[in-house]
């Protein structure tokens, strides 16, 4: 399928590894000019010298998405993107009681201002340049309720009302703007996360996880990214104000 990503400039924040990774390889694929941001230098680098080896254009910069400031100098100093993807994120387990004020505003300064920062930076750029495209990483969280995710619901239950927010603002200004909510994704952080918590029952836990979703399995970066290109490709170009489960069926089918 032609995507028409040719030469399109495309900002991918988070992209050093797993999810956000695998989508700047896949842009890149498509023929886009990927600019991979994140704050891990080491897994930028990286992933920059994966795409130019693969013959695809790509270039990282360092950016902290928390840093108003620093966001807004690098995309003024990039130009107009014609494609944004914010997929830079971490992560938050606990309930209401167990998650202190502490961790509640670690996961608003990624999860949502870092969202915020990148969206009020980009947005004026692509009006000027007579539109463009905008995909946010939200999650299933923001649609169902999962034990032990307090601040992470919250925090993607934000993206997906900026997402709608967007979309129904700049309507005019020819910016289309969407969702993802992944399922469990098998990623390297899955696997950190079992092998410091469930080290004598790995394999286990990972079975469960695995099942948590109806198809059976967790989702691969690959199949994700798959869908962020076409969201944002003109071959979606109906496509406005939509939040896609990738998910396995965990949303619709549990």
Do not use: W
Not at 61 to 82: C, M, R, Y
Not at 108 to 122: D, F, M, R, T
Not at 220 to 226: D, F, G, L, T
């Amino acid at each position: 399928m032609d995507l028409v990503l040719s030469d399109k400039k495309t900002f991918v924040t988070g992209a050093s590894s797993g999810i956000g990774q695998a989508i700047a390889m896949k842009f890149a694929t498509e023929g886009a000019e990927v600019f991979i941001l994140d704050l891990n230098e080491e897994g930028g680098t990286k992933t920059e010298n994966a795409i130019l080896e693969a013959g695809g254009s790509a270039c990282f910069h360092k950016l902290d998405v928390t840093n108003p400031e620093q966001v807004q100098d690098l995309f003024s100093q990039l130009g107009p993107a014609n494609i944004l993807v914010n997929n830079a994120g971490i992560s938050s387990i606990g309930n209401v009681e167990n998650t202190f004020p502490e961790e509640m505003d670690r996961i608003y300064s990624v999860n949502v201002k870092g969202v915020y920062n990148c969206l009020h930076a980009a947005i004026p750029g692509m009006k000027e340049n007579g539109g463009g495209a905008i995909l946010n990483m939200a999650s299933i969280v923001s649609k169902v309720g999962i034990s032990e995710r307090f601040a992470y619901s919250m925090s993607k239950g934000a993206v997906f009302a900026m997402t709608l927010s967007v979309a129904k603002d700049y309507l005019d200004s020819n910016i289309r703007c969407n969702c993802l909510c992944p399922g469990r994704i098998h990623t390297a952080f899955v696997d950190d996360y079992l092998e410091k918590n469930y080290l004598d029952n790995r394999d286990e836990m990972f079975d469960k996880l695995s099942k948590f979703q109806p198809i059976g399995r967790m989702g691969k970066p690959v199949e994700v990214a798959a869908l962020a290109v076409f969201l944002c490709s003109d071959k979606a170009s109906f496509i406005t104000a939509s939040a896609y489960d990738i998910d396995g069926g965990a949303t619709l089918l549990r």
